[in-house]
């Protein structure tokens, strides 16, 4: 544990950059990192870890070795447009490397705003009002990214050097593959500990789900819509396909009392229709129809199983092979973050010194990157952040005290953890 003074000092360095860190947090704002367009904000991310003077890896992600992997999900968009950056802080010359190593994670990448005209202000021109700042990704999770570096500025600043390496991480694809940390870790990128300040509302994340996207295509027979009996509508039968899913969704929420932490969370297992198209013409039945799908598991079951059974109840409606399913994005399994851990125990003593109240951990039906690092690297996955407000609505917002606060908890554990060497003057 850190002395009071140390901690002291490290807080009060929080509350001092803490008006240069919500500029910084507006600035990735401004830049909008929709997917496949991260570069600007990546790009932005780079001169922070120069400034910083880590050391920068950039990479594009490699869609060969990606797909290998078995948490890989299948991507409709080219691998070249998608760049992830890493900073490497290691111990300066003269400073043994001890204690324990960590990485910082983030994801730069946001999701679409629908439209602008229904937002109370631009979502990419942020503002702050009544202690809130709103603007697209904001809150998921620009605001997380930023209090990772300056967290880290914190301790430096309080006169401390980490005794142990951090990485940096901010990486794509977290809304709709989450092949962007899985890039990282099949880079080479581990620690003892990751910390990933998504929107958790002052909390720790103990278990989530798993999520699989699909597109459904039904194949219709289109006729003059004077003749329509003797068409087959595609419109029509999608509906009835989604009806299908429905009932699976219910059998699967059904089933949450044999899953450890979702017992009592009401509606786990959320199947969305998140995106509709189809047919050619008001006047012919129509002779398609596509929607895409998320659908959400629970931990333990692996991807392939749980889209097996989704696949199952596609094929057989009443409809047979007019009515097809692919995979179009996330095939992740959900994780649970083992209790009892040092990492939670370091993360517990620091949000209590910050919050004065114990930390409180909850299960989240969404999906989030732990994943990778918990399933397929054995590390302690701490998603932990800040209070937010209609991520991926209209009017996103994060709030700033719990940002600040959230802050003075990761530098706490950034010390803690690490270790940290008090330099001389
Ligand atoms: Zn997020």
Known sequence: MLDPDAARRITDAVDAAFDQQLEFTAELVRHPS??????????????QFQQRGLSVDQWTLDGDSLSTHVGYGPTTVDFEDLTNV????????????QGRSLILNGHV???PTGPEETWENHPWDPVVKNGW???RGVGDMKAG??????????????????NATIHFQSVVEEECTGNGSLAALQRGYTADAVVIPEP?????????????????????????????????????????????????ESRWNAERANHRYFEDVDHPINFNIGMISGGDWPSSVPSWCEFDVRAALYPGIPAAEAWEEIQECVRTTEFGAAVSAERTGFFSEGYV???????????????????????????????????????????????YGPVSEAIHGFDERVHLESVRRVTKTIALFIADWCGVTERSQ
């Open 34 to 47: 929709l997917r496949s367009a991260e570069a600007s904000a990546q790009n932005l991310m780079v001169a």
């Open 86 to 97: 890493v900073g490497t802080y290691t111990a300066p010359e003269g400073q043994e490397e």
């Open 109 to 111: 990448d946001v999701v």
């Open 133 to 135: 700042m709103h603007g």
């Open 145 to 162: 990214l930023a209090a990772n570096l300056f967290a880290f500025d914190a301790v430096q600043a309080a006169g401390f050097s980490p």
């Open 200 to 248: 958790e509302e002052n909390m720790l994340v103990r278990a989530n789900v798993g999520v699989v996207w699909f597109r459904v295509r039904v194949s219709g027979k289109p006729t003059h819509v004077r003749e329509m009996a003797s068409g087959f509508n595609a419109i029509d039968a999608a509906y009835s396909v989604m009806g299908a899913l429905r009932e699976l």
């Open 337 to 383: 973050l083992d209790e009892g851990s040092d990492a939670e125990a370091t993360l517990e003593a620091a949000h209590q010194e910050t919050f004065g109240s114990a930390l409180e951990s909850f299960t989240t039906p969404g999906y989030l990157d732990g994943r990778v690092f918990a399933l397929y690297a054995g590390i302690p996955a701490l998603v």
